[in-house]
């Protein structure tokens, strides 16, 4: 199975998107969920994460990067296998290719490298000029 990301397009800085990811072909309940973000020509980037649901995690249910906590917040909602992230204040740095990835463990924090899978296509953010 794999991810479907949707909800990208084009945003003002300081405006707002928000962006869903659809497991399609396997149960994503089981899974920690990460958003990740990508610029062209740079590494890939964990923005988020919100673990399974009645999983205890040593960092909470969701962990988000220094450079979005506060403006980010994601959820999940089991009954549609649909993750989101929800954007406020995007900044400059924030337009990029995000894509989901489930982790091989179910909460977050539960490995400084843990493995991630069920890769999407991504959706395009991209910033007005």
Do not use: M
């Not at 909800?7 to 149960?27: E, I, P, Q, T, Y």
Request: charged share 15%; with cysteine; glycine share 14%.
């Amino acid at each position: 199975g794999h991810f479907v990301e949707s909800g990208g397009g084009v945003v003002h800085a300081g405006g707002s998107l928000r962006l869903s990811c659809k497991a399609s072909g396997f149960n994503s309940k089981f899974y920690a969920i990460a958003w990740f973000r990508q610029v062209s020509g740079k590494g890939r980037e964990e923005v988020s994460c919100i673990s399974a649901s009645d999983v205890a995690s040593n960092v909470g249910p969701t962990s988000y990067a220094d450079s979005v906590k506060g403006r980010f917040t994601t959820s999940r909602d089991a009954a549609t296998r649909t993750i989101y992230l929800q954007t406020t204040t995007v900044q400059p740095e924030g337009a990029a290719v995000y894509s989901c990835g489930a982790s091989s463990y179910p909460a977050c924090g539960a490995s400084s490298e843990p493995l991630w899978g069920h890769w999407g296509q991504g959706t395009q953010v991209n910033l007005a000029s």
